[in-house]
């Protein structure tokens, strides 16, 4: 018998990384912040709000199916 661990399989790992990656997106945008310039005009990171629930959705369908299948 062998001590090696199991290799998390690569499923695993994109979705860990897509859920990290998420997260930095949600703080980022409460970081920048938003605000309305002297002209009336909204500034704020609106990219980062679709970007993140995109990569947060796909990160944990992921990581649901890569536990599925290693089972």
Do not use: K
């Not at 949600?26 to 309305?36: A, E, H, K, T």
């Not at 005009?41 to 796909?58: M, R």
């Amino acid at each position: 018998m062998s001590n090696q661990r199991p290799r998390p399989s690569p499923m695993l790992i994109a979705g860990a990384l897509l859920l990290a990656f998420s997260a930095t997106c949600v703080v980022s945008y409460w970081r920048i912040g938003s605000y309305v310039d002297a002209d009336g005009f909204l500034h704020e990171p609106f990219g980062l709000i679709p970007l993140g629930y995109l990569s947060g959705f796909l990160g944990a369908i992921l990581l649901v199916v890569g536990f599925v299948r290693r089972r």
